[in-house]
């Protein structure tokens, strides 16, 4: 099993939908979670930190479900600027621990 | 603030040529990671830093060294090219902790290996 394993896409939708993207990790003992966002042809950054509580930071929520491993990324009301490639990430360790990435979803926002 | 950047942006090597990709961030973070991406696979870690003077292996590290002589500077060195290398090369920075953990990334360097 991956590591970090998401669905790769692409995901196509109009602008204004809703749009949902999961991912799930193999190591139980991770310690902190994100959502990278890549733009094509561009370097990854960072979106948003997942939290155990769940986090929202405008139209996008994030959530995490550590019995399943599982990680989700909400966008609601979806816009052109959107689209571009998400990927999760986790961390296992402690200070030292390094990031593990997801492959990436790819989304396409369509007017 | 520059950030992290990288040199070069674009590079076309023959099998068996060496070169350095460098790495240089202005925000006096400890930790810099040099990790490659390729279609598919997703970012693979290679080789990082957590301190001048200090390097460690990551995921992917054969075919490539490492140097981190100053704080702001890490290299990746290819001895010897091979057409397997030929990938978009993205180097990063951050500080440890756990409110630190975000990691900054250059705009990455392509690099063709003919």
């Known amino acids: 099993r991956k590591e970090v394993e998401q669905d790769p896409g692409p995901f196509n939708v109009p602008e204004g939908a809703t749009v949902a993207f999961n991912c799930t990790y193999s190591?139980?003992?991770?310690?902190?979670f994100f959502w990278y966002r890549q733009d094509c042809r561009k370097e990854p950054k960072l979106l948003m930190s997942v939290y155990s509580s769940g986090n929202e930071d405008g139209r996008f929520t994030a959530q995490l479900n550590r019995a399943s491993q599982y990680i989700s990324l909400l966008i609601r009301d979806s816009k052109l600027s959107d689209s571009a490639t998400y990927l999760c990430?986790?961390?296992?360790?402690?200070?030292?621990?390094?990031?593990?990435f997801g492959k990436g979803t790819k989304l396409s926002v369509k007017p | 603030n520059a950030g992290v950047t990288q040199t070069p942006k674009f590079r076309v090597l023959k099998t068996g040529q060496s070169m350095t990709l460098l790495c240089a961030q202005d925000?006096?973070?400890?930790?810099m990671y040099w990790y490659r991406q390729d279609p598919g696979m997703g970012l693979r870690l290679i080789h990082y830093?957590?301190?001048?003077?200090?390097?460690a292996k990551g995921e992917v590290p054969d075919g490539y060294n490492v140097s981190r002589l100053k704080k702001q500077n890490f290299l990746l060195g290819l001895e010897s090219a091979a057409p397997s290398q030929t990938s978009v090369y993205f180097c990063?920075?951050?500080?440890?902790?756990?409110?630190?953990?975000?990691?900054?990334f250059g705009p990455g360097t392509r690099l063709l290996v003919l």
């Open positions: 990430v986790v961390k296992t360790g402690g200070s030292q621990g390094n990031l593990i």
């Open positions: 830093s957590v301190g001048e003077g200090t390097t």
């Open positions: 925000m006096n973070h400890e930790y």
């Open positions: 190591n139980s003992a991770s310690q902190s």
């Open positions: 990063a920075s951050n500080n440890p902790g756990r409110s630190q953990e975000t990691q900054y």
